[in-house]
């Protein structure tokens, strides 16, 4: 053969590859098939991006970690819950979302959802299951939950609302992103699809996006991931390594940053400058009962009402922090803060929380370093 023939043939994939403790990662569009008749089987990976070794071997771990029979990987938080979403909603349908729903899955909701004929309602994060499923339509095809809300904390009844759903044939959804599928697992409590940021918690380290929905009914996978394939997303295989890396040391990194997080939850309780700590592992969370009895341990993630003050107030005390860094995301193993206010406009029920919002997501640095600056914070934010 020709050289250029045999620069093309020469060093393929080998045969047999040595076993490591996480699996190979596979850079490939195309696959190829053993025979002619392998072509059209849709039972096998005949496109690389259905997802190779390293995605096949994080779909695994996750479904173990959820309890369920199988995962559809996404390549963003937002894109699992769109995803999940149009992968179950129809033209003419109507979803019930609760109103402390990420704001980013609201906008999906009002910007798309709807221009594709998908009615929106939302709900009381506190409404009783039973008036929440009474106002359901006979449209009514999807409730979305997310509890607790990743900016105001509230919680819902997930297992009563699921119970009383299913009685009507609706299915049901929760963002569990802040209980990780490791502190509370929705598919337990009935929840048709547990649906998670991985860019979060599972991956750790602030550097990859992913996201994950899982379900218990094989039907119900099924039609997750015929979604996935519909729309031509796909995840990296170097993602997918990063994301089945943290989701290795999840149990270890969740219970240091949730001790630490409650540590200065309680100290913040005490201080003079706070209107309310929300925090549902707080004795006096208006949600720690429920919170106690589905969930196994607290995350990292909370909101402070400062004493009202005026906006600039706010700003000084963001400024003054050193060691929280000012971000949008949360879930790795460094602290962040954000002013909450300017994404409640949107709220249908809104709630007076005491004064501005910030919230603080408590990374793996020594929580008296923490707490030291949050001191300095304060203290700026009571001189502005």
Known sequence: MDEKTRLIRAGNAPG?????????????STVLLPNAAALYDYGQVTYGRQGLAAQAALQEALAELEDGAGVALYPSGLAALSGALLAVLKAGDEVLVVDNVYVP????????LKRFGVGVSYFD???????LVGQASPATRLILMESPGSLTLEMQDVGRIAELAKGRGILTACDNTWG?????????????????ALTKYVGG???AFMGSAAARDPAMVRTLNEGVLHLGWSVSPEDAYLMLRGLRTLPARLEAQGKSALRIAQWLSGRPEI?????????????HELWKRDFTGAASLFTIALRPAAPAAVDAFLDALELFGLGFSWGGYE??????DPQLRSR???????GPLVRLHVGLEDADDLIADLRRALAAYSAA
């Open 180 to 196: 990780a599928g490791l502190l509370f697992k929705p598919l337990h409590h009935g929840v048709d699809l547990s649906i998670q």
């Open 16 to 28: 047999a590859l040595a076993k490591t403790v996480g699996p190979p990662i596979q850079r490939g």
């Open 105 to 112: 899955t609201r906008r999906f909701c009002e910007q798309v």
């Open 275 to 287: 209107a309310a700590v929300l925090h549902p592992a707080l004795a006096a969370d208006p949600d």
């Open 335 to 340: 602290s962040l803060a954000i002013s909450c």
């Open 205 to 207: 380290h602030s550097d």
């Open 348 to 354: 249908r029920f809104p709630r007076d929380y005491g």
């Open 125 to 131: 994060p506190r409404q009783a299951p039973e008036a």
